[in-house]
């Protein structure tokens, strides 16, 4: 069926082609999807913690990360096609955004590093269309203003790098807000490409 649970969170169990070409088809439609990684620290927070667990429910892809979750499949019986993380996605997904002439907006970590990562990205991907960094440190207030200006950026495909689980119950409340076609969970991701 293409999909496994671990601790009542269900999440895609698929190959490295099928995953990318989810993506693209995320890319080419006209919502905004939202695509969160789940590692088993992520499966043990949401055991607890129910809102994470539902924002996790309501996502419309959710993608294994890392061995942990491969090795509760194996417990089950059950084989893990591919892991799946951000880590190593983002490469794919920067070629493939080049590739299609979609733009990324990098939000999150701490002023300078999502720019940081766009510069690299940039040089990287010769090609890749960068709409708008923003840091994941705003206030309440400003929120209004940093969706506005993801929004007038015309982003195509957004990442968001403030942790978990603060990221996926984030992206799961301004879904609606978004004119972004794919949003993406990323946690410390733009710590390790800033270099
Ligand atoms: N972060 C942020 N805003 C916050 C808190 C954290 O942008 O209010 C960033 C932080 O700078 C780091 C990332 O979120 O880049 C969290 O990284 P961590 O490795 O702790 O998260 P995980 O990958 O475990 O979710």
Redesign the pocket.
Known sequence: SGKSSLLGVSFANISLEEALQQLESAMNGNRSVNLFFVNS?CLNVSYRNINYRQALEQADLVFPDGSGVAMGCQRKGEQLQHNLNGTDLFPQLCALAARMGRSVFFL???PG?AAQVADWARAEYPGLKVAGTQ???FSEEEEPEVIAGINRSNADILLV????P??ELWLNRVQPQLKTSLNLAV??L??YYSG
């Open positions: 620290h999150g970590a701490k590093i840091d994941g440190y790098g403030m942790g978990v603060v990221q946690g410390g733009f710590d």
